[in-house]
């Protein structure tokens, strides 16, 4: 009797270990925040057409994990809810596109996860650009407070984002990464919703702390 006791108790015990370990849940309180750097093209009375919907987006995720498969899910549900664009994943970065490019590098991060909190803290950047070159990137000069481009008609934005968080309550390891994913994505979304949505000059360089509960 006491020996089926146990391996029934070792079975519950063993469900409840996968179901942290594979299912998405989070019935937790958290406190994620960025420190947020922005920078977009200085835009001298030339202003871009909002995107349509058939207007194709290539977008490369760079960086491996689980975060990042979560991400990529993310980024497709709400740039599909706000009709942005169809996104159209590539497998490798390369300087040059045919359709305006979506890069998002993450850093690796390195969380601390139990079933009852969550720790995490890592670095992401992400850039956009009209006309497909991804190498504005690799020769961007953070100390001037505009992108600047030699093309009139053409846009890039750059965002940096600190990431921190701490959350506590029910955690299952999907559902924590899916909860990061989902700020993550939230915040690039914004950044291009704001860069279609110019109604006069402005842009530039900011930066600002950022907390989501």
């Given at each position: 009797?006491?020996?089926?006791?146990?391996?029934?108790?070792?079975?519950?015990?063993?469900?409840?270990?996968a179901a942290f370990l594979l299912l998405k849940f989070r019935v937790a309180v958290g406190n994620i925040?960025?420190?947020?750097?922005?920078?977009?093209?200085?835009?001298?009375?030339?202003?871009?057409?909002r995107l349509q919907p058939d207007d194709k987006i290539s977008t490369v995720l760079v960086g491996e994990g689980?975060?990042?498969?979560?991400?990529?899910?993310?980024?497709?549900?709400?740039?599909?809810?706000?009709?942005?664009?169809?996104?159209?994943w590539e497998q490798e970065l390369e300087p040059k596109y045919p359709n305006p490019v979506?890069?998002?590098?993450?850093?690796?991060?390195?969380?601390?996860?139990?079933?009852?909190?969550?720790?995490?803290?890592f670095s992401i950047q992400a850039g956009y650009a009209t006309n497909g070159d991804t190498t504005f990137m690799a020769a961007l000069d953070k100390t001037q407070p505009y992108i600047h481009s030699s093309d009139p008609s053409v846009v890039n934005l750059y965002t940096e984002?600190?990431?921190?968080?701490?959350?506590?309550?029910?955690?299952?390891?999907?559902g924590y990464d899916e909860y990061l994913a989902d700020y993550l994505a939230q915040e690039i979304v914004q950044a291009l919703k704001n860069l279609y949505n110019i109604q006069g000059p402005t842009g530039g360089h900011s930066l600002k702390n950022r907390s989501h509960g």
């Open positions: 009797m006491k020996d089926k006791r146990l391996w029934i108790l070792l079975g519950g015990l063993l469900l409840i270990s925040q960025s420190l947020q750097m922005i920078m977009v093209t200085e835009l001298e009375g030339n202003y871009p057409d689980p975060l990042v498969r979560a991400l990529q899910k993310a980024l497709t549900e709400k740039m599909n809810d706000v009709g942005m664009g169809q996104m159209e979506l890069v998002v590098k993450v850093g690796r991060p390195s969380p601390l996860w139990t079933p009852f909190f969550g720790v995490s803290q984002y600190e990431v921190s968080d701490r959350s506590f309550g029910l955690i299952s390891r999907p």
